[in-house]
Each structure stands twice: as C-alpha cells, then as structure tokens.
C-alpha cells in the first residue's frame, strides 16, 4: 500500500527520542501515512499512535508531561485505537521503575515495575544485539506470519514484570525469562525494536498498519 487518502494516519510520538525518526521511516515503507506529532492535537485525527523510546523512564515520563501528552496518551487508548509502545515505550505502560532510582509515575495501564537485569547471570548489561522471542500469545494480531523462535533486535538493560501475566504475547531469555512483547484489546508494546529488526520486524509493524487499517 502507498502513502495515500488508502493509508491509515499513524502518530508517531516526538518527546525527543533517539529512534524516532527510524520508526517514521519504517511505518512509511509499511504503507502508512506515519506523522511525527509533538502535542496532543495530533492524535486527534489519527487511526494508531505509537510511542518509540530509547534512554530513560524518567526522562520519557517527564518529556511526555511538558507536551501534555500524558494524558492525551490514555485518552487515546480509551478511545480503542490502536497504540504500539516501543522499548522504552512499553515501559512507560507500567506504574514505575527502578531505573537510577526513579521517582517518576508511569501511565499505569497495567499493574507492574520496570526491573534492571541482574549481573550475577554473567551477562553483558545492556543487551544490545539479536534474541529470540517465544510466542505465548499466537492469535496476537502483531504476529501474523512471523514464526515462533524468530529472533529481533534489542537494546535496553531494563524490562518491565507484568503482574497479570495474561497479556504476555512473547517471552525471551536473557539470564532471565522476561515479557518482550505485550498485548491486551488495542494496546500493543515490544521491548525489542522492530525497527532495527529487518525483515521480522517490518512485518510487525506491516501488521501493526493493517490493524489500523
């Protein structure tokens, strides 16, 4: 699908992120008409958001709170759009972190802390580079044509632990088995970056599109 009156607007979340614009870029080549936005006037009109993230809770937390945007965020995901959280975009889905000692309040759509890897296992924190997931949720729509045991690429030394383990789509081993996907009614959010993930993660995020389609 090109970019057209046929492709579904998509807002994409500027709060000053690293990989903003690779997620604009891959939304694009998927066959959305992707729109970076900064305030909340430019999810009005939009059929999904997404919130990518690299660095820091607090600072995501924080930066989403000058734009106004934290509540804007909840609104839209009341409204039953679709919303795609990426890295530290999903983290912010939860109520806080443990991150230098954080004092910053997350959304709270879902009950949980975001928690450091322990060291003790030996391995290199962060994890940069390429894992597989396990698909424990197969009807997610996120996951259409991708094969369980595929394998995408993450960068983060943090990950969130649901309480309710029920929206767990995917798992992953890293010296601990964590949640690196979740999915409940029109909330999606991934640990790992789709895209930086090549071929797997832009049929994610091709499915993502279609969900919002």
Not at 38 to 51: K, S
Not at 157 to 166: G, K, M
Not at 185 to 196: G, L, M, R
């Amino acid at each position: 699908m090109g970019v057209g009156e046929s492709s579904p607007v998509i807002a994409v979340i500027d709060y000053d992120s690293g990989n903003l614009r690779s997620v604009h870029k891959a939304l694009l080549a998927v066959g959305a008409d992707a729109r970076v936005i900064r305030h909340p006037e430019g999810m009005r009109d939009a059929r999904a958001v997404v919130l990518p993230g690299v660095g820091a809770f607090d600072d995501c937390i924080n930066a989403l709170r000058r734009q106004e945007l934290l509540a804007a965020v909840k609104e839209f995901i009341g409204s039953g759009r679709p919303f795609l959280g990426i890295c530290v975009g999903y983290q912010a889905l939860f109520e806080a972190s443990e991150e230098y000692n954080s004092c910053a309040q997350g959304l709270g759509l879902f009950r949980g802390r975001v928690v450091r890897f322990n060291s003790a296992h030996g391995l290199k924190i962060p994890q940069i580079g390429w894992n597989q997931v396990r698909i424990t949720k197969p009807d997610c729509p996120l996951y259409r044509d991708i094969a369980d045991g595929t394998h995408f690429y993450f960068v983060h030394s943090f990950h969130p632990q649901p309480e309710d383990q029920d929206i767990v789509a995917t798992r992953t081993d890293y010296g601990v088995d964590f949640s690196s996907s979740i999915w409940r009614e029109n909330v999606y959010a991934t640990q790992f970056h789709p895209e930086k993930s090549q071929t797997a993660g832009m049929q994610l995020l091709r499915n993502f599109v279609a969900v919002a389609g």
